[in-house]
């Protein structure tokens, strides 16, 4: 596991080789934060990292400067782990060790970006349950951006929110991004305006 950018850039961290995890190769994570680059400056930014596993993506919005973190997973393996690495580096990430459902369906902050990166074995539903969880707890900032990993055999780009989606080899990205109802408006105007205008022709 590889580092790929920022304070720490191309700093390598072993994890213990039992914890249960599948980490983001490097290929996808460079495309997903080349794609963050253009949207935040990390610096400052709040990080909710869902299904956190080793930390590897935590540990890339750390180096770029994002604080606070909070990194949840089940595994008590993995929240040690990230909890030493934390220290290691003088990361501002807090693990919490949690079931995900359970920790959304009780928590009440709000962050800039939320990263989900749940087993791909997953059934459909429990992906689906992870938006609507947080936009439903309003866990996501008005201007922030939900992020759900997955492979690309899952859809989500049927749910509300859903903003866009970019595949690399078998992961998917799926982003999500809070509709005002003032966009919603601006879309059905726009569509009117277009279809007055055809009419007209």
Known sequence: ?????????????QAPKNLPVRPTTDMAKEALFNILNNHFNFGELKILDLFSGTGNIAYEFASRGATPLVAVD????????????????????????????????????????????????????DFEKI?????????????????????????????????????YGGTTFTFFELVSDEDEEDTITKDDEEDDESESE
């Open 74 to 125: 089940a595994d008590m393996g993995c929240v040690n782990f990230i909890r030493k690495i934390s220290n290691e580096f003088d990361f501002d990430i807090t693990p919490i060790k949690s079931d995900v459902f359970t920790f959304l369906q009780k928590h009440k902050g709000c962050y800039d970006i939320i990263f989900a990166d749940p087993p791909y074995h997953l059934d459909q539903k």
């Open 131 to 167: 938006p609507t969880l947080i936009f439903e707890n309003e866990i996501l900032d008005e201007e922030g951006m939900l992020i759900i990993e997955h492979s690309k055999d899952t859809k989500l780009e049927h749910l509300d929110n859903f903003s866009f989606a970019r595949t």
């Open 1 to 13: 596991m590889r580092i790929i950018s920022g304070k720490y850039k191309g700093r390598r961290l």
